[in-house]
């Protein structure tokens, strides 16, 4: 990748990530991919692993039911860590009170009915007045926290999704662009751990790639050729561009460039559109 490339994302004030994020965020997918036991293991290796990379003290990993009669899930799955006992205590009260509903729960719902996938922050949500309303800083110190990211990931057409939101103490900085991005690309490359387990059945996984396949993803990653890769690792130039050719397939990609590309930028759901630029949105004869 170009360092002209990297300006000119910069220059469309976009979150840039770097060669750094990318080769911590594809170790992270493999140590993941590398855990032994089911997708519990495996969902809390991510998000502990996520954490660190985003600085998030603690977070939430569910797979819930939307209802459209209300604002708030029916979670059926619920994993954490980083809470007091008392803070998680208040944590499953937001989620169940239906009849004060935390002010970035709409925002949520509507996205969910529009987008297949998104991360958002809460200050893509909701205004800064609306945040700090007394009713929902009474809710935010109660677990601890000034700042909160959403991902989510729709599962099916009844409305099945699941759902992890990172959260920061009070007292720290908002998570920026960038850790926004780290979130949204790693938790979009493992759909097989998005699923339930309930859900194996029907579920379309894309499966982890081999050992063999991660260790070649992370050489590339580094930088080295495959000349470079086959020498390291024992193997023939052409068996290592068939694992190439394979890692490619497996991101939808065609070359090293397009491949940090990928992990750099993802799909672009972490971002808000911009408004239509008003001499597009007029209509035509005005």
Not at 99 to 109: D, M, Q, R, T, W
Not at 168 to 194: D, M
Request: net charge neutral; proline share 6%; with cysteine.
């Amino acid at each position: 990748m170009s360092v002209a490339w990297v300006n000119g994302e910069a220059e469309r004030g976009e979150p840039m990530l770097t060669e750094t994020d990318v080769r911590a965020m594809v170790r992270l997918l493999g140590q993941v991919a590398a855990v032994p036991g089911g997708h519990i293991m495996k969902k809390r290796c991510l998000m502990a692993g996520l954490a660190e990379l985003i600085q998030a003290d603690r977070w939430s990993w569910i797979v819930a039911r939307a209802d459209d009669r209300h604002h708030n899930p029916a979670v059926v799955e619920f994993l954490h860590d980083g809470f007091a006992e008392n803070q998680l205590v208040h944590y499953v009260a937001w989620m169940q009170d239906r009849e004060h509903v935390p002010v970035e729960y709409p925002a949520l719902n509507a996205l969910r009915r529009v987008a297949r996938r998104f991360t958002r922050s809460w200050d893509q949500l909701v205004s800064r007045q609306q945040w700090d309303e007394p009713a929902n800083r009474h809710r935010l110190a109660a677990v601890g926290i000034d700042h909160i990211m959403y991902s989510v990931h729709i599962l099916d057409e009844d409305g099945l999704f699941s759902g992890r939101a990172w959260m920061r103490n009070k007292g720290r900085e908002n998570f920026t662009p960038r850790q926004r991005r780290i979130a949204h690309i790693i938790t979009s490359e493992v759909p097989w751990l998005h699923q339930d387990a309930s859900l194996t059945a029907k579920s379309h996984e894309v499966r982890p790639l081999t050992p063999r396949l991660r260790t070649v993803l992370m050489l590339l990653i580094e930088g080295m050729t495959v000349k470079q890769i086959a020498e390291a690792l024992g193997l023939s130039p052409y068996t290592v561009a068939d694992y190439t050719k394979l890692i490619h397939k497996r991101f939808g990609v065609s070359s090293r460039a397009e491949l940090l590309h990928h992990f750099m930028c993802g799909d672009g759901a972490d971002l808000v559109p911009p408004p239509p630029d008003a001499d597009e949105a007029r209509p035509p004869g005005r």
